[in-house]
């Protein structure tokens, strides 16, 4: 009985995975370790274990989701399908927000209806993004939040299957907001145009990008990097993929889904390695078969982050290397996604993990110190920093090489820059381009670098305590922030002690603010993640200022569990 709940559990978690029914001999595959299970074999090893789970049901020769089975048999000429895509900040889910979503109802293998709304981003616009899409500031400031927009977006596409252009990055934003704004996660099958064109257009095409794929089918709206006109674009491309599909002889659904899958990765099967992973926060390391650490990461859910890295989606190359050497997953517990960042940065510092390159190295921050009348590149800790990329710290210096002093004491507000950009327009008019290109450089770096240096002033002159809830059942963990630095962390009980706690808590942050701002860069990394959560707090974190009886309230209103 328990292997079959067992086998059951991985089942669903396959299908989940693929957004969609799976064949026999792939579950087999998976599941048994058979190299080529003949689709007779395969059906009968699974039946007994389909037939007894109410989570699962056959689709013909695949194995379901009982609630999508019915929409897996749906004919092609008369299915709905609800197209997508995104405009977001950036390129992390984690980090960047969604700032626009387009969707267009396709049935019957017709538009039918769409669906359009901009999303207020918890961070201003970078201006690439606001170059790349013509989107602003203004405009988002007055658009309906996050929570609200993608609330309005499963309003529009309730269950219907989801279409999208590379859909790993839309769908990794949807999830993590779509589990932001209810608690849950996509569970609808998801069909990527990008695999499908791969696979029916094998020899016709040499990209396939969304560009691409449009002037290759004529589409009569053409991707302009605008959510909306790009979801259009490319329902127009499924369409025409769809006729291709049904030449090679799909006819349902979850022949189109099967055609769109992506091929599995030679990593699959070392799934097993992350069974046993908890649905709760906290860090894990990949570990090689001598014990060293390859990887360091953090997740909220950490059975759903594990389980997402043997999907059928390539990881970054440093990452898809470390997979293909690994051993041994370790997960370490922790009460909350905060605490699980902080764990994740010092295990960074401390181990310094080759597939975390893109990680946290203290020792390579860079900061801008005063010299005579200029600027100079240091490794000095100091409040001008610190500044990760070595090359936009040394073009933010040469910007400030002919800087007034004046200019030069109120840096942080970019008293520079008008100087700056009037000598970029003059070298322009007087057609001095090369020139004009290099200043241009300098001044986008010393622009990034003072947005840095705002932040980082800012926060280092707060004081802050954030509440989440601790390891323990009905424990709170409280971080105090002040003087730069997370000051202070305790553990606030349900018993009587937990005014001890706060004031002990309290103490030790205001006797670190006597000595001054922290300008570490291991503190700047810290307090760069603190701002992270306090700009988008999950459900479970209260922020509150450094007064004992407004946080010994917020532990008091669901000591049980998670801090309300």
Same mark, same amino acid.
């Given at each position: 009985m328990q292997l079959r709940l067992d086998a059951a559990d991985r089942l669903v978690e396959l299908v989940q995975e693929a957004r969609g029914p799976v064949p026999a001999p792939v579950a087999a595959q998976r599941l048994f370790a058979l190299a080529r299970p003949p689709d007779g074999l395969?059906?009968?090893?699974? /039946?007994d274990v389909v037939r007894h789970d109410a989570r699962l049901q056959w689709s013909g020769t695949r194995i379901a989701l009982a609630s999508a089975a019915g929409d897996g048999e749906r004919l092609l000429e008369a299915a709905a399908f609800i197209v997508v895509d995104l405009e977001t900040t950036g390129l992390a889910p984690g980090h960047s927000s969604i700032c626009e979503i387009g969707c267009v109802r396709v049935r019957a293998?017709?538009?039918?209806?769409?669906?359009?709304t901009l999303v207020r981003p918890d961070e201003r616009l970078p201006t690439a993004v606001a170059a790349l899409t013509g989107l602003t500031d203004v405009e988002l400031r007055h658009a309906p939040s996050s929570r609200t927009a993608v609330l309005r977006f499963l309003d529009f596409a309730g269950d219907t299957t989801l279409v999208a252009h590379n859909a790993r990055f839309d769908t990794a934003f949807l999830d993590r907001e779509v589990e932001r704004a209810t608690g849950l996660r996509l569970s609808t099958p998801v069909v990527d145009t990008l695999h499908l064109a791969r696979r029916l257009l094998a020899g016709r095409v040499a990209r396939t990008s969304l560009a691409s794929l449009s002037h290759f089918f004529g589409t009569s709206v053409r991707p302009v990097h605008r959510a909306l006109p790009d979801a259009q674009a490319t329902a127009e491309i499924l369409i025409a993929l769809i006729g291709l599909a049904q030449e090679r002889g799909a006819r349902t659904v979850a022949d189109l889904q099967e055609l769109a899958a992506a091929r599995p990765r030679r990593v699959h099967g070392k799934r097993s390695l992350a069974f046993g992973a908890p649905a709760r926060p906290g860090v894990y390391l990949f570990r090689d078969g001598s014990g060293q650490v390859l990887y360091v990461g953090r997740a909220r859910d950490l059975r759903a982050r594990l389980r997402s890295y043997f999907g059928t989606t390539r990881q970054r190359p440093a990452v898809e290397a470390a997979l293909l050497a690994l051993d041994r997953i370790e997960w370490r517990l922790c009460g909350s996604e905060l605490e699980a960042g902080l764990e994740e940065l010092r295990l960074l510092r401390e181990l310094r993990p080759p597939a975390n390159a893109r990680g946290a190295r203290p020792d390579r921050y860079l900061f801008l110190a005063r010299r005579g009348d200029g600027m100079i590149v240091t490794s000095r800790p100091g409040p001008l920093g610190p500044i990760r990329s070595r090359r936009r710290a040394e073009l933010a210096a040469r910007a400030l090489r002919s800087a007034r002093p004046d200019e030069l004491d109120l840096l942080t507000v970019g008293a520079p820059l008008p100087r700056l950009r009037s000598r970029l327009r003059t070298l322009t @008019?007087?057609?001095?381009?090369? /020139?004009?290109?290099? &200043?241009?450089?300098? #001044?986008?770096?010393?622009?990034?670098? #003072?947005? @840095? &240096?705002?932040?980082l002033e800012r926060l280092r002159a707060a004081e802050l305590c954030l509440l989440a809830p601790g390891l323990r059942e009905g424990d709170v963990r409280a971080y105090f922030v002040a003087a730069g630095r997370v000051a202070a962390v305790r553990t606030v009980p349900r018993n009587g002690s937990s005014r001890l706690e706060v004031q002990a808590g309290l103490a030790e942050a205001r006797a670190?603010?006597?000595?001054?701002?922290?300008?570490?860069?291991e503190a700047a990394d810290e307090l760069l993640l603190v701002d992270r959560f306090v700009r988008r707090p999950p459900p479970e974190l209260v922020v509150t200022p450094f007064e004992p009886e407004r946080i010994l309230a917020a532990c008091a209103q669901d000591s049980g569990s998670a801090v309300a």
């Amino acid at each position: 009985m328990q292997l079959r709940l067992d086998a059951a559990d991985r089942l669903v978690e396959l299908v989940q995975e693929a957004r969609g029914p799976v064949p026999a001999p792939v579950a087999a595959q998976r599941l048994f370790a058979l190299a080529r299970p003949p689709d007779g074999l395969a059906r009968s090893l699974l /039946d007994d274990v389909v037939r007894h789970d109410a989570r699962l049901q056959w689709s013909g020769t695949r194995i379901a989701l009982a609630s999508a089975a019915g929409d897996g048999e749906r004919l092609l000429e008369a299915a709905a399908f609800i197209v997508v895509d995104l405009e977001t900040t950036g390129l992390a889910p984690g980090h960047s927000s969604i700032c626009e979503i387009g969707c267009v109802r396709v049935r019957a293998l017709e538009p039918c209806a769409t669906f359009q709304t901009l999303v207020r981003p918890d961070e201003r616009l970078p201006t690439a993004v606001a170059a790349l899409t013509g989107l602003t500031d203004v405009e988002l400031r007055h658009a309906p939040s996050s929570r609200t927009a993608v609330l309005r977006f499963l309003d529009f596409a309730g269950d219907t299957t989801l279409v999208a252009h590379n859909a790993r990055f839309d769908t990794a934003f949807l999830d993590r907001e779509v589990e932001r704004a209810t608690g849950l996660r996509l569970s609808t099958p998801v069909v990527d145009t990008l695999h499908l064109a791969r696979r029916l257009l094998a020899g016709r095409v040499a990209r396939t990008s969304l560009a691409s794929l449009s002037h290759f089918f004529g589409t009569s709206v053409r991707p302009v990097h605008r959510a909306l006109p790009d979801a259009q674009a490319t329902a127009e491309i499924l369409i025409a993929l769809i006729g291709l599909a049904q030449e090679r002889g799909a006819r349902t659904v979850a022949d189109l889904q099967e055609l769109a899958a992506a091929r599995p990765r030679r990593v699959h099967g070392k799934r097993s390695l992350a069974f046993g992973a908890p649905a709760r926060p906290g860090v894990y390391l990949f570990r090689d078969g001598s014990g060293q650490v390859l990887y360091v990461g953090r997740a909220r859910d950490l059975r759903a982050r594990l389980r997402s890295y043997f999907g059928t989606t390539r990881q970054r190359p440093a990452v898809e290397a470390a997979l293909l050497a690994l051993d041994r997953i370790e997960w370490r517990l922790c009460g909350s996604e905060l605490e699980a960042g902080l764990e994740e940065l010092r295990l960074l510092r401390e181990l310094r993990p080759p597939a975390n390159a893109r990680g946290a190295r203290p020792d390579r921050y860079l900061f801008l110190a005063r010299r005579g009348d200029g600027m100079i590149v240091t490794s000095r800790p100091g409040p001008l920093g610190p500044i990760r990329s070595r090359r936009r710290a040394e073009l933010a210096a040469r910007a400030l090489r002919s800087a007034r002093p004046d200019e030069l004491d109120l840096l942080t507000v970019g008293a520079p820059l008008p100087r700056l950009r009037s000598r970029l327009r003059t070298l322009t @008019e007087s057609l001095r381009y090369e /020139d004009a290109a290099r &200043l241009h450089e300098r #001044i986008r770096a010393l622009e990034h670098v #003072i947005r @840095e &240096l705002n932040s980082l002033e800012r926060l280092r002159a707060a004081e802050l305590c954030l509440l989440a809830p601790g390891l323990r059942e009905g424990d709170v963990r409280a971080y105090f922030v002040a003087a730069g630095r997370v000051a202070a962390v305790r553990t606030v009980p349900r018993n009587g002690s937990s005014r001890l706690e706060v004031q002990a808590g309290l103490a030790e942050a205001r006797a670190a603010a006597c000595g001054g701002p922290s300008f570490a860069p291991e503190a700047a990394d810290e307090l760069l993640l603190v701002d992270r959560f306090v700009r988008r707090p999950p459900p479970e974190l209260v922020v509150t200022p450094f007064e004992p009886e407004r946080i010994l309230a917020a532990c008091a209103q669901d000591s049980g569990s998670a801090v309300a």
